[in-house]
Structures are given as structure tokens and as C-alpha cells.
């Protein structure tokens, strides 16, 4: 009964180069959800997703940035030629329902990318 | 105006302390509300939810007032591992609002031997 499992945990990346950052919601989870964390901020809403489809991306930025959630797979989130600004914890999240209440949410355990 | 505030303290206080935060948010739409609480470098992890009537979990008090917009959360007994950040969270009604969690920038916990 794996929980939501983000991978890599962590990823060095150079300026310019990509980022795929990798999330399997829980088992039976249809609904998931990519926040960022700058550093000595709080999380901040990107992207909500269902399978195979963005349901809500307006936390993304405008550029450089695409998430998907294929019927097949984990949900990737994709950070094309990476500037050190991206330099972040990204973690997602899982939902069974999409009216969740919030507290029916499980969080992975981050990946934390720093740009070299 | 941030969408949820938060007094990013740090608080530092002794075992057994009596500690109180408190949370602002600034859509009257606002529908659910939480606490979270963070480990260093860790993921957010759920406290407890947060109702009009307020509720109790342990030594844990929350309480919400919609007509002031304003959370809090209440921790007596402090122990050494309740050390950590607390994050202030609301979700909006409505929508595709509907499930996204929106964050205080949290409050810094710290609590001394």
C-alpha cells in the first residue's frame, strides 16, 4: 500500500538543461496535484491534473513549465532549460475524489531540484 | 494582500509551554481549513482540520472564526518534537478552486529542553 512516490528525490541539473520530476499517486488516486517550495517560502500551487487531462494549470509559469498525467504512468512535470530561480522542492499530491475536502490528500516525499 | 497569513515567528519556547498561532486569510469564499505541519526538508503533513465549532486533538486546540477570517491552532504541553513549521491552509468553494490547497508561508516552531 505505497503512498504517493515521487522520484528522483533528488536532481542536479545545469542551467539549460531539462527536468523531469517523476509522481505515482496512491493506488485507486485519480487526482493529483504539483506545488513548488522556494526556499523560506511556503507551498505554492502549480498545476491539478486528472488522467490525461489539465483540469487547472494556473499556478504554472507561463514558459518552460508543462505537466502531464497519461491513462498509463506516472504524472511527470517538465522544467525545460532550467535556470538557477528554479532551484525548488516540488512535491505532489494525491486525491481519490476531486471534491476532496483536503483532508483526504497524501503528499510525496519531494523532489528537490538544484540548478548548477 | 497574501491569501493566507501567517506570523513566520520563529517561535522558540521551553518544554511544556502553552503556544498559539495564528492565520488570516483574505477570501470569504474560503470553504475548508486546515493545519499542516512540515519537517525540515520533509512533506507537509496533515495536523488536523479546522471547524467553526473548533476541535480538539490531544493537546492540540484549532479554531476557526469565518466572520473574521481567522484560524488558529493551540499546543499545550509543548514537546521537543513538536518542533517544526506550521502551515495554515484553506481551499476555496467552487470550481476548479475546488481542491486546490492554498498555503501560508507557515509559522517556525522551535521548542527547548
Known amino acids: 500500500n505505497a503512498g504517493v512516490m515521487q522520484n528522483p528525490r533528488h536532481l542536479v541539473r545545469r542551467r539549460g538543461q531539462e527536468a523531469r520530476l517523476r509522481c505515482s499517486p496512491m493506488?485507486?488516486?485519480?487526482?493529483v496535484y504539483w506545488y513548488r517550495q522556494l526556499p523560506e517560502e511556503g507551498l505554492k500551487f502549480m498545476v491539478y491534473?486528472?488522467?490525461?487531462?489539465?483540469?487547472?494549470e494556473s499556478g504554472m509559469p507561463k514558459e518552460r513549465f508543462s505537466a502531464e498525467f497519461p491513462k498509463e504512468g506516472p504524472s511527470i512535470l517538465r522544467i525545460q532549460q532550467v535556470v538557477r530561480g528554479d532551484s525548488a522542492a516540488y512535491f505532489c499530491?494525491?486525491?481519490?475524489?476531486?471534491?476532496?475536502?483536503?483532508?483526504?490528500?497524501?503528499f510525496g516525499s519531494g523532489t528537490r531540484l538544484t540548478v548548477v | 494582500r497574501k491569501e493566507v497569513e501567517q506570523d513566520p515567528g520563529p517561535f522558540n519556547v521551553p518544554e511544556g509551554a502553552t503556544v498559539a498561532f495564528n492565520c488570516t486569510y483574505s477570501?470569504?469564499?474560503?470553504?475548508?481549513f486546515f493545519w499542516y505541519r512540515q519537517d525540515c526538508r520533509k512533506e507537509p503533513k496533515l495536523l488536523m482540520s479546522v471547524y467553526s465549532s473548533g476541535n480538539e486533538d490531544g493537546r492540540f486546540t484549532a479554531q476557526l472564526n469565518r466572520a473574521s477570517q481567522y484560524i488558529s491552532l493551540l499546543i499545550r504541553d509543548s514537546k521537543l518534537s513538536d518542533s517544526a513549521t506550521y502551515l495554515c491552509?484553506?481551499?476555496?468553494?467552487?470550481?476548479?478552486?475546488?481542491?486546490?490547497?492554498?498555503f501560508g508561508q507557515g509559522t517556525i516552531l522551535t521548542v527547548h529542553p
Open positions: 491534473l486528472q488522467k490525461e487531462n489539465i483540469i487547472d
Open positions: 477570501n470569504s469564499a474560503s470553504q475548508s
Open positions: 499530491a494525491s486525491s481519490l475524489l476531486s471534491l476532496d475536502r483536503g483532508n483526504g490528500y497524501t
Open positions: 493506488k485507486g488516486h485519480s487526482h
Open positions: 491552509v484553506v481551499i476555496l468553494a467552487g470550481g476548479t478552486s475546488y481542491g486546490k490547497l492554498t
